[in-house]
């Protein structure tokens, strides 16, 4: 069975850190590009970020931009984001997304992700 498992989350104030984790279990997705998608309370789910197969290119919201890294490391099976200068605005659940095919390029749109984790909660106070 294929599984994204998230990790990381929790409460932090403004300005603060957190760093998410996202494990693959059930087949390796070192040929996929994945994302880090967010979802925030009576809004629709957006992209956050996004890392190409070999890592060697990234992709950012605007609204991430210079705060927020995603990495990955292909031998453990396991993508991250690291969120610093954390604000309340980026309260939300965040799911990674495996990208439906293998080789592709850093994609945005949630249609072209076939796998997704359950999510972990991420909120900042003010």
């Known amino acids: 069975q294929v599984q994204l498992v998230e990790s990381g989350g929790g409460l932090v104030q403004a300005g603060g850190s957190l760093r998410l984790s996202c494990a693959a279990s059930g087949r390796t997705f070192s040929s996929n590009a994945m994302g880090w998608f967010r979802q925030a309370p009576g809004k629709e789910r957006e992209f956050v970020a996004g890392?190409?197969?070999?890592?060697?290119?990234?992709y950012y919201a605007d609204s991430v931009k210079g705060r927020f890294t995603i990495s990955r490391d292909n031998a453990k099976n396991t993508v991250y984001l690291q969120m610093n200068s954390l604000k309340y605005e980026d309260t939300a659940v965040y799911y990674c997304a495996a990208h439906r095919l293998s080789y592709s390029g850093i994609r945005d749109s949630i249609s072209e992700y076939d796998y997704w984790g359950q999510g972990t909660q991420v909120t900042v106070s003010s």
């Open positions: 890392i190409s197969w070999s890592g060697g290119s990234t």
